[in-house]
């Protein structure tokens, strides 16, 4: 019994499998004894609830014919862009999820699903939100299908919503089928094209809410945001946890991440920490210790860290606690004796417990073409700095720091210490830094010392700022600033693309994936101006919003994929019978039905690929 409470409780799918086929069960037992109402069909694990009670309403809007008609004409032209487009994307994404050795976490089948709990990238605690947005979107896409019927004169048999178990994933209008044929071709185009419409004219609508009024009310919450604390760790041990505000360095309050960073670096190994959570605020007794917690491959200390981190206690015999310790005891010198905690190193590589190594920012690369290699330094070949032009380096923050006081075009001498610990000199001219100002040399820079990530806390900052500024929001000090989706809020259209990417931004550099302004989250942001008086409730209409945007243009863009039933296949088809009846063909009717089948199988064998295409491949050993 116990084996099986395990099995259930470490397998969300198959939990959820499960609840399933137990619905379908007692869903078939009331349908075959008639206990449920004539409206209500089940089928396996799906329920269809239908009625006729919506066409009165859906009447009296068509009224005005050409307006409708003039929008789902602007409609299908765009439907059929996305059509060609998402028919390429598939096929481009199939192709890739075949090259790739190793499937990304978006390649993994649960993550197809829009499941709350069982997609890795949507959590739990937004299937309120995620399931509304579902129901809005469904109900507004066939309802414009169904009004398009009333504006072209189709009548309507049935309409309703379809459930899966007890989520809400469909609704449907059923044209008469004899009416449907006997209306144009363009009249029938613009029918399949309303549903597409609507979603995408419904995403404008809530994405112009979320990015204008509400967004526009919530700002950073002052402090440092807590996103994840390190096992193990001085933060650990204190019991800071994620969600928490860290607002005070002893007795220096602190605002921004930035003054946190600076207020903590200026502690000694003992500090105390005010901290702020949603039951109020406290103060913990943080005792410091260094740790190396990442590693760089070949980095001169030799230590590769494969999940817990490895101590470091002194540094040229002078034992240290901080990274504020550890530079004061490198000083200017290019090189220094590290000790550190072999004992320590449960689930850890240490080539010695005692080395002497250079102590600089740790260049991952040389740069092809790069300056650096413009001057023989070895291509794609790791190389510790230790100082520019005269100016000591010791982290890869003092690299950048040398190097954004230096105008592209000037010449520096690049001293550092190449794979075999020899010291080599470089007359480097200083490119433009692609990204900022200042200089650029032609490296990929590891974060921290000598190709080791060095950390004395134990917690890493949650970007709030970041994730409201790719809203439209004003994220304050903790904003964009170098975060590579920067440039994306500049426009309407870069917003849009943002929010998409958000519940993925594990996959594009950022630290953690935003799924909403949910749960623990909500103790990093404030709300301002008029809508402060919904309180809470601010965060939940942005959270509504967000979803609905999100799933509407998703479902958009499915819809278009050339393949039936989908929108995209009959609006295919509709396109194919156009361009056939001009051509000089002897069975048309098998021309289309050539063209329409042939592009769904493609589109069939294009989304099982993206999906099982590399389990395919190593199961029949060709990867």
Do not use: K
């Amino acid at each position: 019994m116990n084996a099986l409470t395990d099995l259930f409780a470490g397998n969300t799918l198959l939990l959820v499998l499960t609840g399933v086929l137990a619905y379908s069960a007692a869903a078939m037992w009331l349908r075959d004894r008639g206990v449920l109402p004539e409206a209500v069909r089940v089928s396996g694990p799906v329920l269809t609830l239908r009625t006729l009670r919506g066409r009165a309403f859906l009447n009296r809007i068509a009224a005005p014919r050409r307006f409708w008609r003039a929008v789902a004409n602007l409609g299908l032209g765009g439907a059929l862009v996305a059509m060609v487009a998402s028919f390429v994307l598939i096929l481009s994404s199939a192709l890739s999820a075949i090259r790739t050795v190793q499937p990304s976490a978006i390649q993994q089948p649960q993550n197809f699903l829009i499941i709350p709990g069982v997609n890795d990238f949507l959590p739990l605690s937004v299937a309120p939100e995620i399931v509304a947005g579902l129901g809005i979107a469904m109900v507004i896409h066939e309802g414009a299908h169904g009004l398009l019927c009333r504006v072209e004169g189709i009548d309507i048999e049935s309409m309703g919503l379809v459930f899966f178990a007890l989520l809400p994933v469909g609704a449907f209008v059923e044209p008469d089928e004899e009416a449907t044929q006997e209306a144009s071709r363009g009249a029938r185009a613009r029918m399949f094209a309303a549903g597409v419409t609507a979603n995408t004219l419904l995403t404008v609508v809530v994405f112009a809410l979320l990015f204008g009024p509400v967004v526009g009310a919530i700002a950073p919450a002052p402090g440092f945001a807590v996103g994840e604390v390190t096992p193990e760790s001085p933060a650990a041990a204190a019991n800071i946890t994620h969600g928490d505000r860290l607002v005070a360095v002893g007795d220096t309050p602190v605002d921004t991440p930035d003054e946190f960073e600076t207020a903590l670096a200026a502690a000694g190994e003992t500090v105390q920490i005010t901290a702020e959570d949603g039951d109020g605020t406290r103060t913990v007794t943080v005792t410091r210790e260094l740790h190396v917690i990442g590693s760089a491959g070949g980095n001169p200390l030799g230590v590769t860290i494969e999940s817990d981190p490895v101590g470091i206690t002194a540094v040229n015999g002078a034992p240290v606690s901080t990274e504020r310790e550890f530079l004061d005891a490198v000083g200017d010198a290019e090189r220094a004796t590290v000790t550190v905690d072999a004992d320590g190193a449960a689930n850890a590589t240490v080539a010695s417990e005692t080395a002497e190594i250079p102590i600089g920012a740790y260049a991952l690369g040389v740069q092809e073409g790069g300056p650096l290699n413009a001057e023989g330094a070895p291509l794609g070949e790791p190389l510790t700095i230790v100082s520019i032009d005269g100016d000591r380096v010791r982290t890869n923050d003092e690299l950048s720091t040398v190097l954004a006081d230096r105008e592209p075009g000037t010449t520096v001498e690049v001293v550092g210490y190449d794979t075999a610990d020899e010291r080599v000199t470089y007359d480097v001219e200083l490119d433009p830094h692609p990204n900022r100002e200042g200089g650029f040399i032609g490296v990929t820079v590891f974060p921290g010392s000598s190709g080791l990530a060095l950390d004395d806390f134990g917690a890493s900052q949650y970007p709030a700022g970041t994730y409201l500024e790719l809203l439209g929001g004003d994220g304050g000090e903790g904003g964009t600033g170098g975060v590579a989706l920067g440039n994306l809020t500049g426009s309407p259209l870069g917003l849009v693309f943002a929010s998409l990417i958000l519940p993925l931004g594990s996959l594009f550099g950022l630290p953690f994936n935003f799924a909403g302004f949910t749960g623990v989250l909500t103790n990093f942001y404030v709300v301002e101006g008029p809508l402060a008086v919904l309180g809470g409730g601010t965060f939940l209409l942005a959270n509504l919003l967000f979803w609905t945007g999100w799933i509407n243009i998703q479902l958009a863009l499915f819809n278009c994929l050339p393949a039936f039933p989908l929108d995209g296949g009959r609006i295919l088809r509709m396109v194919a019978e156009a361009v056939i009846s001009r051509v000089p063909v002897s069975d048309r009717h098998a021309a289309v039905r050539t063209i329409t089948v042939s592009s769904g199988l493609v589109m069939l064998a294009g989304l099982i690929m993206m999906i099982f295409g590399n389990q395919i491949l190593s199961a029949l050993g060709l990867i």
